[in-house]
Every structure is written in C-alpha cells, then in structure tokens.
C-alpha cells in the first residue's frame, strides 16, 4: 500500500467500525476465544483498516500486510507493545527484554540475540534430541494402548523441559510426569500473565482471588529458585574461565555480559530474563506443534513424505544432529503450512509513542493498535488457495500455486522485536514432526470442524485428540 501521492489525511474516524453498544463498544468480544477470527471476519467484511471501541476510547485495527510491516519496521522508536503488558510483568517483578522498551530494551536484546543464534542453538540440539527421544517413548506407550492422546499436553510437557534446560541448565522431567517443585510453581504464573494481559481491568488489585494470592507465594518461590541458579552459574563461571567464550545455557551467556561496561542485566534483569525465556518458549511452540499435528492427520500422504524423508536421512527414531533437522524440508514445511493456516499468535498489542501517519493516517501519540496478522496470509492474493493445508507449497521445487508470499506471515512479529526464538523454536518443531511421522500413523479423534482455536494470548487447539499407531505394526 503506498499512499504517499495521497493529499487528504484520513483519520480514525474515517474508518469503518462494526455494530457494538453504546457503552462498552466491542469489549465483550475480546472475552470471547474465538475474537482472532472475529476481527478476522470484520476485515473481510469492512476493510483491512477499521477501528473498535472501548469503552469511550477508540482503538486502530489492522489486517493490512503492508501497513502492519510499516509498524513493525518502526519499533522502537515510533510504536511500543501496550504499556499494560509492562505493567503486568513489572508488578509481578519480571523486568525482560520482552516488556522492556528503548534503550532499556536495546541492551537487553543484544545478549538475548546472542544466546539464541545460530551457533548456540546448534550447541542446544542434544538437549532438543534427549527430549523428543522421551517424547516418542510416551508416545508409543500411548500406540501400544490404543489410547487417544491430548497431544497438546504433551507438547507443553516437552518444551517446559527443553526451555528449562536451554534457559539455565536445569533438567526437568515432565514428559515422564516426574512433579517437579519449580514446575509446580510455574504453572500458575503462565495462564496468570495470560488472563492478566488480555484483562480489560486490573480486578486482581482491588479484589485479589485465591488464585491470585496463590501466585504470589509462588512468585516468591520462583525467584527463590531461579536466583539459587544464578548464584550457582556466577560460581561455574568464576571456576571455569572457558566458558567466557562458550556458554552452555542461556543464564551463563547474559552473566558474561553482564561484566560489561554499561551492562542492564544486575541480578533483577538476570531473573526476569530467565523467566521470559519460559514464557515466551512454551506455549508458542507446543501450540504451534498441535496445530501441525492437527492438520497433518488429515494428510496421510503428507506423513508418508516426511517419513520417507526422515528414513532417507537418520537411522535412530529421531533426528540425531543439528545438520540432520536443517535438511528436513518436508517436515518443516509441514510446520511452516501450520503456521500460515493458524498462527498461534495472530495479534500484536501497540500503542503508539508519538503522533505518526502511516499511508495517510494519522495515529495519535498513545493510540492502541492491533495487528491483526493472521488475515492477509489466508487470502487468495498472498497464496493462492488459501483455504488449503498444502505444505508442498513451501517446497520451492514441487510449488504447485502462483501466489506464494512469505513475507507476509508474521506469526514471529519482525522488524527489531522479531521473535529472537525463532530459529530454535522451528529446529525444535521440525525434530519433533520428523520423529513422529517417521514412527507412527496419526489419527484425529472426532470431526476436524470440532477443533475450534482458543484464544488467550496465544491460541490453542481445544480439544484435540490423537490416536497413534506403531508404522508399519
Ligand atoms: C512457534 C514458536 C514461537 C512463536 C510463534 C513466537 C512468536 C513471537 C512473537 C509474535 C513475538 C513478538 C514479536 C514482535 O513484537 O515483533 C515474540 C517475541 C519473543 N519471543 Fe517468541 N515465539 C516463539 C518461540 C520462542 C522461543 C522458543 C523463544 C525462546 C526460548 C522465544 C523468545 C521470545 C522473546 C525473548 C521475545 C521478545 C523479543 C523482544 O521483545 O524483543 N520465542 N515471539
């Protein structure tokens, strides 16, 4: 979309808004799980650009690819996520790269960019390959009974215990349902900074619940926890100087630098940092998982592709090295197709940080605006056959379509603020579906139209069950 030769200024009000009442505006709609596919629906039907209200204040939408891009492209100077998500994480003593902006933010990103690279996710693989070792164990146990299985249960399990690890270097065993005290405490944190953040009002600090009372104690233990880790790597690092330049886990690489001049990250950083890294690594990949796995067991054929591929490519029931999950197209476009059809983060909350125009409308200082990023990559115009789960579509060699735009999905945000976990959450998801498929057949349990999206900051599939089968018994 450029503009730029456009004279008027548009402001909000000249974009359309859907029916809502008088006094709350649309508020309602943001309670309700399905509201990622309610503002899809209103971009279809009013326009890419429309506003909501509420309350007495009015609110930007956009499901236009290339104005969302402009946004991105303009963090942080022009545009910050909404100040109630920092709100939240600060009240409950999480200072993270996550919810911190300007220069705040810069310092941290650095260090998160680097623990997260290339090279350090190669370094992190044997965790990744323990893990979806146990998977696929709990997985056959399953096969062998028959029984229908919540996947998405045991994808959470299986990214706790890898983002723990990769974290801090702590070796939790959820996958074999071995309770753990500090995953104890952490189950109550992640559903609260969920509900907290998508809360219309603040109710827990005038009226706190029992639940919210719980999450404080559990917040004390939690800190309790993650700073006896940090006391324990500063000890690693002062005894093993060879770490400076090697750090095996993601709290080591932020306490080398840490040392350096100008440093944000003091012991307050270090924890919250080490609990964003939880956060931000769990329920997105074993959600984007599910989906796969969800669509996937409608493609029988599809499964068999990834299976030959991974017979023609490792010996034992998982991928054995990094090398390996980077040559595993079909499995990867597996998750790529996924991610297109149903991102588990389709929205972004901004606020701007000062009067900007964009395309010629003008958004005033503070104005929130959602991203509505699901949309555009669902229509005929970005690819063709929208409505199609097709991975073949991302294998460039066997591209059956003529619209096929990449660029266009946006499911790790992008610009400066991209997701730093990116390129580990796709090795980790490709490992995991390879190993899967090259193992057994899936079967979904009931009618696909069933499986309905579930929308509380990232978005789950409710309900979904599989049936595994032994390939080849
Ligand atoms: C399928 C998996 C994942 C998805 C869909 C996802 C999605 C996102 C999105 C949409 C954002 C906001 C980006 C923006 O504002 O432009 C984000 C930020 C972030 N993600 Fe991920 N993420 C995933 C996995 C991970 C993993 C595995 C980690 C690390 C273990 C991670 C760490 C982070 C961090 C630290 C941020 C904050 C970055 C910042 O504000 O500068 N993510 N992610």
């Not at 090398?323 to 998750?335: D, G, I």
Request: hydrophobic share 35%.
């Amino acid at each position: 979309m450029n503009t730029s030769n456009q004279t008027t200024l548009r402001t909000l009000k000249n974009l359309k808004s859907p029916k809502g009442t008088i006094l709350l505006g649309h508020i309602r709609e943001f309670k309700k799980k399905n509201i990622h596919l309610t503002l899809e629906k209103w971009a279809k039907e009013l326009g890419k650009l429309y506003t909501l209200k509420f309350g007495p204040s009015r609110l930007l939408v956009s499901a236009d690819d290339q104005f969302n891009n402009q946004i991105l492209k303009q963090r942080p100077e022009n545009f910050r996520r909404l100040s109630t998500i920092n709100e939240v994480f600060v009240e409950m003593g999480l200072h993270t790269v996550f919810n911190a902006e300007g220069e705040f933010w810069k310092k941290q990103r650095k260090v998160v960019n680097e623990s997260l690279n290339v090279k350090r996710v190669r370094s992190y693989y044997p965790i990744i390959k323990e893990r979806n070792q146990n998977l696929i164990h709990k997985i056959s146990s399953y096969a062998e009974d028959n029984q229908p299985v919540e996947i998405l249960n045991e994808f959470v399990a299986f990214t706790i215990d890898v983002t723990t690890e990769i974290a801090f270097g702590y070796k939790l065993n959820t996958i074999n349902n071995q309770k753990d005290r500090f995953q104890d405490e952490l189950e109550l944190l992640f559903p609260k900074i969920n509900e907290r953040m998508s809360s219309a009002f603040p109710v827990w600090r005038y009226f706190p619940s029992k639940e919210d009372k719980m999450l404080v104690h559990s917040l004390n233990k939690i800190k309790e926890i993650v700073n006896g880790f940090i006391q324990e790597a500063k000890t690693t690092l002062e005894n093993d100087t060879s770490l400076e330049n090697n750090p095996t886990n993601f709290l080591q690489a932020m306490l080398i630098e840490s040392k350096k001049e100008g440093s944000v990250f003091d012991d307050n950083v270090l924890y919250g940092n080490v609990v964003a890294m939880l956060l931000a690594g769990e329920d997105t990949t074993s959600n984007t998982l599910a989906w796969t796995l969800f669509y996937l067991s409608q493609e029988p054929l599809f499964i068999e592709k990834i299976r030959e591929e991974a017979q023609n490519t490792y010996s034992s029931d998982v991928p054995e090295n990094y090398e390996q999950v980077s040559s595993l197209n079909y499995a990867k476009a597996a998750v790529q197709e996924a991610i297109r059809m149903n991102p588990t983060t389709p929205i972004l909350i901004f606020q701007a940080n000062k009067d900007v125009t964009i395309d010629n409308l003008f958004i005033p200082k503070n104005k929130t605006i959602i991203l509505q990023n699901s949309y555009t990559p669902k229509t005929e115009e970005y690819f063709s056959e929208p409505e199609k789960f097709d991975p073949n579509r991302w294998i460039s060699s066997s591209c059956p379509y003529q619209n096929h735009s990449p660029k266009s999905i946006k499911a790790f945000g992008g610009g400066a603020r991209l997701c730093p976990g990116m390129h580990l959450s796709v090795i980790e998801m490709t490992s995991v579906i390879s190993g899967i498929c090259k193992n057994f057949e899936v079967k979904l349990e009931g009618d696909p139209k069933d499986i309905k999206g579930n929308f509380a900051f990232t978005v789950s599939p409710e309900n979904l069950k599989l049936t595994f089968k032994k390939n080849g018994s």
